[in-house]
């Protein structure tokens, strides 16, 4: 069975970094999943690859959608179901802690999670190298701090990583768990 990898980590943790590498390097093995999104397409970005670009009407009760969430701007962010079912390839997909929690009420049976730590002062720089405000700097440490609160975890395997390991020593743990 393949599997379903849910990375989850702070804001600058190398989520995104580390699925890129999988998904990049072992393109017959990992794919991303690709989400739903309500928010305008930007300049850089290519619909089905992305995101999946969609009308903020398909997100307001749509049974096919879990992990549904709206931002404070208004934008809506969901996954759809089917996206979550791993058949020919192992599935990498990013979430917020809270997400994690959403995901236990599906009762999939093939996740693993992914938990990156990352110290505060690696995480900082990290926001400030990809161009964050300082501002969405603090923002985003006071989001991490309560968005890990009440998660529970043991329903799930878990493969604890650090940020600050190379990523060539991530992406091994990730293709251990695999076999």
Not at 61 to 74: I, Y
């Amino acid at each position: 069975m393949k599997k379903l990898f849910v990375f989850v980590g702070d804001g600058g943790s190398g989520k995104s970094t580390l699925i890129a590498e999988l998904a990049g390097k072992y393109p017959d093995e990992f794919k991303r999943v690709v989400t739903c999104t309500s928010r305008p397409m930007r300049a850089d970005e290519i619909d089905e690859k992305d995101y999946h670009f969609l009308p903020m009407s398909y997100f307001i009760n749509n049974p096919d959608l879990v992990l549904v969430k709206r931002t404070d701007n208004g934008n809506y962010y969901g996954t759809r179901k089917g996206d979550l079912q791993a058949t020919t390839h192992h599935l990498l997909l990013t979430l917020r802690f809270v997400g994690l929690s959403k995901l236990i009420s599906l009762g999939l049976s093939n996740v693993t999670v992914v938990r990156i730590s990352v110290s505060e002062v690696l995480k900082t720089a990290r926001m400030r190298q990809r161009g964050d405000t300082e501002e969405m700097i603090v923002q985003r440490l006071q989001f991490d701090a309560t968005d890990k609160a009440n998660v529970n975890y043991e329903d799930f395997p878990i493969i604890d990583l650090q940020a600050s390991d190379a990523l060539a020593e991530k992406v091994g743990h990730i293709l251990r768990s695999t076999v």
